[in-house]
């Protein structure tokens, strides 16, 4: 299970989804009610935020045990990518509420989740090739 290179990517994906949760993808302040006040912008900042990224660490977690069925698995890696760059748009579209701010370094982990679920959808891909390059010459 482990030692396919997908399930590293997965592993990746399922890794930094969790950190996500934890360390901000924006930093900067919020006018509420007439008063600028300090705020962070992470995956528990709004309710499509935790459903998303929640989704995401879901679904690579579920797609690393689905080693042996790789049509599945296929699909759900691309079941991940649509649900992490629809998270990435909606971070996007929160940012546009703060009045000032900057992207923190710890941004790289919802673009890590990405490019995990995309390089594991390639080593399944080329996986799913062998395998029936093989069947061929039976």
Same mark, same amino acid.
């Given at each position: 299970?482990?030692?396919?290179?997908?399930? *590293? =990517?997965?592993?990746?994906?399922?890794?930094? &989804?969790?950190? &996500?949760?934890?360390?901000?993808?924006?930093n900067g302040t #919020? !006018?509420?009610?007439?008063?600028?006040?300090? /705020?962070?912008?992470?995956? %528990?900042? &709004?309710?499509?935020?935790?459903?998303?990224?929640?989704?995401?660490?879901?679904?690579?977690?579920?797609?690393?045990? *689905?080693? #042996?069925? @790789? !049509?599945?698995? *296929? !699909?759900?890696?691309?079941? %991940?990518? /649509? $649900?992490? $760059?629809?998270?990435?748009?909606?971070?996007?579209?929160?940012? @546009?509420?703060?009045?000032? %701010?900057?992207?923190?370094?710890?941004?790289?982990?919802?673009?890590?989740t990405l490019i %995990?679920?995309?390089?594991? /959808? @390639?080593?399944? =891909? !080329?996986?799913? #090739?062998l395998v029936k390059?093989?069947?061929?010459?039976?």
């Open positions: 299970m482990i030692q396919r290179q997908q399930s *590293l =990517w997965l592993l990746l994906s399922t890794i930094s &989804s969790f950190l &996500s949760f934890k360390l901000p993808f924006y #919020k !006018k509420i009610n007439e008063m600028v006040s300090a /705020a962070e912008l992470d995956g %528990g900042s &709004s309710f499509f935020l935790v459903v998303l990224t929640g989704a995401s660490l879901l679904l690579a977690l579920i797609t690393i045990f *689905l080693f #042996k069925d @790789r !049509k599945l698995q *296929l !699909k759900l890696c691309f079941a %991940g990518i /649509a $649900v992490a $760059v629809l998270t990435l748009i909606i971070y996007f579209a929160e940012m @546009r509420k703060f009045e000032t %701010g900057t992207i923190s370094l710890s941004c790289l982990f919802t673009f890590a %995990g679920f995309i390089m594991a /959808a @390639r080593g399944i =891909w !080329k996986d799913e #090739k390059s093989l069947d061929k010459l039976r």
